[in-house]
Structure formats: structure tokens, C-alpha cells
């Protein structure tokens, strides 16, 4: 149970990094950067508290 909450994670985290460079790809897409940004700033706040 614990390892598959730690499997999440680390997608989690790892999915993280992936819109981030999504993020500097699609600058010009705004609204596409604004969710992506949403996403990105949500998990970084949930790294951040651990």
C-alpha cells in the first residue's frame, strides 16, 4: 500500500517536471500555459509542504 502511494509520487513529481517544460514550449499558448502553470505551482506547493 505505502509503495504504491510512493509510485503516485513519484509520477506525480515527474509529470510535474514534464508540464513545466511544457510550459516553457508553449509559451505562446496562453491559456494552455495558464492551466499548465495552475498544475505545476499545485504541485510544487504540495512538495513543498513535506
Not at 8 to 37: A, F, G, P
Amino acid at each position: 500500500m505505502l509503495h504504491d502511494t510512493c509510485s503516485k509520487l513519484d509520477s506525480i513529481i515527474t509529470d510535474s517536471e514534464n508540464y513545466q517544460l511544457l510550459v516553457i514550449m508553449l509559451k505562446d499558448q496562453t491559456t494552455m500555459d495558464e492551466k499548465i502553470q495552475m498544475i505545476t505551482d499545485g504541485a510544487y506547493y504540495e512538495q513543498a509542504k513535506y
